[in-house]
Every structure is written in C-alpha cells, then in structure tokens.
C-alpha cells in the first residue's frame, strides 16, 4: 500500500523512507507542508528557484518540482536524501531542475525563495539561518513551517537574530509559519563546538545537529562500561555512530581493529571524523566514515563486532521499523561467530527483538534507565 497525497491541487504518491513494511499508514507530509504549498503559491506566483531546507521524505520537493522550479533541496539526512529521490521518480518528476546538498556545503546565493522545515534542534536551526544569512540578497524571503507546538520564543528570536524581522502566521491545523526577510549581512553561529571527555584526554567534535551536542549523553555514559577490548576483532562498526564517541572508545581498547562509522546524518558523520582525527590521528588510516541507511549495501558476514544505540523515531513519528532494519542487517553483516551488542531504554523490549532474530541474548548490564543486550550470530564465539 502507497500514501495517496493531495498536495495543493497536485495528487502524489508519497512513501516514507526507508518503507516501513509494518506501519505503511505513515504519511510522507504533514500540515506544515501544506501550509507551506499554500502560501507560497498564493504569495508568490512568480517565484522560479527555490531553497528549501529539511524537507524530511520529499514532499515539497515533488510539489514544487511538479510546478517546472528550479529547486535545490539541502537535507543533513542522508535517508531524506534517498526518500526525495525515490518519490520523485515514483511520480514520474523530471528532475533536470531538481538538485540536494548536504547540511555542510555551500548554499546557492541566487534563490527567489527559502522555505524552511524548522527542525527540533534550536543549535541546527541557527546554524541553518546563519548560513543563510551569509549568502541571501537582502530582501529574500525566508519562511519557515512547523507545528504549532514546536514554534516557541527562540525559534522567533533565532530568526529575528539571523534573517530579519520577523512575524508568524495564524495556526492553521495546528501548524504555524515564521515569515521573515533577509536584512542583508553575515551572522555567526559558532559551530562545531568542542568539550572535553570526562575521565579521558579526548576531546570530542560536535556539528550543530548532533545528538548531545555539549556533553556526553548518559547513554554512551553507561555504554563505556561494557563496550568490547579484544584484539580478536578485526572489523568493528559503530551504527548510529553520532558524534563517534563509541567508536573513539572501541578504538582506544581495540588498537587493532579496523572501526567504520556509520550515520545517516552527514552532521554526525563529519563531527566523528574530527572525533577520531583531533584525538587519533595515528589511528585515522584505520577509520571509514559512512552516510548510509544502517547497514545497507554492506559486504554480508565481513564484520566482526557491530555496537548501536538504536533511535525510536523518525521525525515525529514513534516507531522500531529503523531497530529492526538495524538488527536484521547486523545479523546479515556480522560474520559466523559476530556480535551484536547494544544500549537502549528498558522499556523498549529489545531483548525479546533480538532472541528472536538470533536465537540468543545476553544482559551484560543494566540501570533503572536502560540495558545492555549481546546477540551473537550463530552462537559463535570470538
């Protein structure tokens, strides 16, 4: 089953990505996006190139595509990436005028437009307004789109501070546009930031939309304690790895071991590379850095040890569809013998997921707030 979209006046076929086989109801858009499509075809009729940022499954992208502008689509998501692509071609789009940038490159300086999907990391969002503050001709229009609850004082104050002046719309389905326009003028937002891991002589690199982005989460906190020291295991990934503090830890136990990093946000990804360059340079040679969607396209059974602290949602929507796809393609990458070994909250029955898909799982530890769970493939042994 497909999520039929009435866009505008423009029906679509949209798919969350990746396809979450169990929860297919799942739409692709929400009322923000309609909100958006709707302003700005009455607003501005005549616009001809268009920025848009964080447009998580492609929606705006197949709309405004459709309607023959020139659009560029910035995205920190790699799975975005991959979602807009796949619903554009679904629909048959022409993408000839259609282009996507990671979070880290340069803007485009001639646009008509920006819309902005506001994200759920203030630091992300002024890291976004001051790049684009330093490319947009004064004038540009910037408007941002999100539900009603998620508009607060400094999401206004952000862009107010880094756009211009600034008002927002009335809530229509509980979604609320921020109108502002570019005053013109360069504003700073200083990002990546660097802090000190505790215990350690580390320090550790954070882009502005990474998880934790001032301190080390009390996850990976308890995580340290039972990661793995072995020179037994010659291929390691991180999945999920953030800001590559797990895999910089492995590291250090496992001086051997060759560690791939692994994220589907590029933020993440660049901020592990500087993790592992600032801290273990002699080290780096032995290091990959991968965008991906989890495990795919990896060599099956070429992996010794996988260690990931599975997320539970994706952009608004609760879900386990991206653990089990985390889990699956582990047992597939793990060679005869590997392990699967990781962290998450109590509540979410992880172990129960993982006897299953293994056959076998161990508790190597726990607190009022989360475990430590080990599946091996096969019931090998390192």
Not at 81 to 109: G, M, R, V, W
Not at 168 to 173: D, F, I, N, P, R
Not at 358 to 373: D, H, I, M, T, Y
């Amino acid at each position: 089953m497909t999520t039929q979209a009435q866009l505008g006046d423009t029906p679509f076929t949209l798919e969350r990505f990746p396809l979450d086989q169990k929860n297919r109801s799942l739409q692709a858009w929400d009322s923000a996006d309609e909100y958006l499509i709707d302003y700005v075809t009455e607003h501005y009729p005549d616009c001809r190139s268009l920025l848009i940022l964080n447009d998580s499954f492609g929606g705006l992208s197949c709309y405004f595509s459709k309607r023959q502008l020139t659009v560029c689509s910035v995205n920190d998501s790699y799975i975005s990436h991959q979602a807009a692509a796949y619903n554009l071609a679904e629909n048959k789009i022409p993408t000839t005028a259609f282009s996507q940038l990671d979070s880290l490159s340069a803007l485009p300086e001639q646009v008509d437009l920006v819309i902005l999907k506001v994200p759920r990391t203030l630091a992300f969002l002024q890291y976004q307004l001051s790049e684009l503050s330093e490319v947009l001709a004064p004038g540009t229009p910037v408007i941002g789109a999100a539900k009603t609850k998620d508009v607060h004082n400094s999401t206004i104050k952000a862009f107010e501070q880094f756009i211009g002046e600034t008002k927002t719309s009335l809530a229509v389905k509980k979604s609320r546009l921020i109108i502002s326009h570019a005053a013109g003028g360069y504003k700073a937002a200083d990002f990546p930031v660097s802090w000190p891991l505790e215990g350690t002589d580390f320090t550790i690199s954070n882009h502005a939309n990474v998880f934790s982005r001032d301190s080390l989460d009390i996850g990976a906190r308890f995580f340290f304690d039972y990661l793995p020291q072995t020179n037994k295991a010659k291929s390691i990934v991180d999945l999920g790895c953030g800001n590559g503090v797990v895999g910089l830890m492995t590291l250090s136990r496992c001086p051997n071991a060759e560690v791939t990093f692994v994220d589907e946000s590029y933020m993440a990804v660049e901020s592990a590379r500087l993790t592992v360059e600032l801290n273990m340079e002699d080290k780096f040679e032995q290091c990959r850095f991968i965008e991906n969607d989890c495990l795919t396209g990896f060599e099956r059974e070429s992996v010794d040890i996988v260690l990931c602290n599975p997320p539970f949602h994706q952009a608004q929507a609760v879900t386990d569809h991206i653990a089990w796809q985390m889990f699956k393609q582990a047992k597939d990458t793990l060679k005869n013998g590997g392990e699967l070994r990781i962290i998450g909250n109590r509540h979410l029955d992880y172990h129960d997921k993982l006897k299953r898909m293994f056959g076998n799982c161990e508790l190597l530890g726990s607190n009022k707030k989360f475990v430590v769970l080990s599946a091996t493939k096969n019931n090998g042994m390192l």
